[in-house]
């Protein structure tokens, strides 16, 4: 195949100004995040419900809680 050739040593390989290689294809707004995560809360929160369409977003990290809860320190003592 022509993408396989190889290229002797020393010279540059350039690669062709295609658009779809340089835009940010997989960019997800605030927005869309902030309602994927409300909807999939609710429907976590059913049982009657369940979620059947497969996501690539990471979904361990759209409800990944502190793994230790943060200590007051003020709370324990003052700040002096």
């Known amino acids: 195949a022509l993408y396989q050739e190889s290229l002797p040593s020393g010279t540059q390989a350039r690669v062709a100004p ?15 995040l902030q309602k994927f995560q409300e909807a999939l809360s609710k429907t976590m929160a059913d049982p009657y419900q369940v979620v059947m369409k497969q996501t690539q977003l990471p979904v361990t990290l759209l409800n990944e809680k502190a793994k230790q809860k943060r200590v007051h320190i003020l709370d324990v003592e003052p700040f002096e």
Request: no cysteine.
């Open 18 to 32: 295609n658009r779809q290689w340089f835009n940010n294809s997989r960019v997800v707004t605030q927005n869309a």
